[in-house]
């Protein structure tokens, strides 16, 4: 069955730097998009990060842009987010998301990861 | 970026009864909306897209409507399995955004 696992989460000093990743299984990887999305404690859900199935075009959240980088390893069937400089507000458990399409236009978040969780603090 | 307001927070429904949750985009974001459940620990679950098309395996009791900027989740015959937030998710542009969930509880 289709499988994403995150990993990687910490704790870490505000304007450190931190990567998690995504293995995936179950599905043909290079044919989706998929989605980093954050959810703080106690609130909704919040989307980061995109990236088509083949890696050449990404979008960012506002909050993120500039200081995350969401890229992915097709050979390794991964998904990775590299966050720099990170503030308290970063503090959350990140989900890694499929797409139900290759470009991500018009098209839903079919299945999630159980997320891996990151805190930013002194 | 187009807002999703999710209402209400907090619904307490009783098993066997029906439960219905509305979502309302600041702008028309067509059919393009999403529900998801989501239980502690869980990777979120995909229930319905396109507004009104259930996933796979997902069951009849749970209903999707709208188009435009109002759309609503309704679950009937509620079962145990059911207490779960829900949350609904935009995805007619960029940014992707999300209604700030309701905590569905007995």
């Known amino acids: 069955q289709v499988q994403l696992v995150e990993s990687g989460g910490g704790v870490v000093q505000p304007g450190g730097s931190l990567r998690v990743s995504c293995a995936a299984s179950?599905?043909?990887?290079?044919?989706?998009?998929l989605h980093w999305v954050r959810q703080a404690p106690g609130k909704g859900p919040n989307w980061v990060a995109f990236v088509q199935h083949d890696g050449s075009n990404s979008r960012y959240a506002d909050s993120v842009k500039g200081r995350f980088t969401i890229s992915r390893d097709n050979s390794r069937n991964t998904l990775y987010l590299q966050m720099n400089r990170l503030r308290p507000e970063d503090t959350a458990k990140y989900f890694c998301a499929k797409d139900r399409s290759m470009m991500g236009n018009l098209y839903h978040i079919d299945v999630w990861g159980k997320g891996t969780t990151v805190t930013v603090s002194s | 970026e187009i807002v999703m307001t999710q209402s209400p927070a907090t619904l307490s429904v009783s098993p066997g009864e029906r439960a219905t949750v509305s979502c309302r985009a600041t702008q028309n974001i067509d059919d393009n909306l999403a529900w998801y459940q989501h239980k502690p620990g869980q990777a979120p679950r995909l229930l319905v897209y396109?507004?009104?098309t259930r996933a796979t395996g997902i069951p009849a009791r749970f209903s999707g409507r709208g188009s435009g900027t109002e759309f609503t989740l309704t679950i009937i015959s509620l079962q145990s399995g059911d207490y779960a937030v829900y949350y609904c998710l935009q995805y007619y542009t960029w940014p992707r955004t999300f209604g700030g969930g309701t905590k569905l509880d007995i």
């Open positions: 179950g599905f043909t990887f290079t044919n989706f998009g």
């Open positions: 396109g507004a009104s």
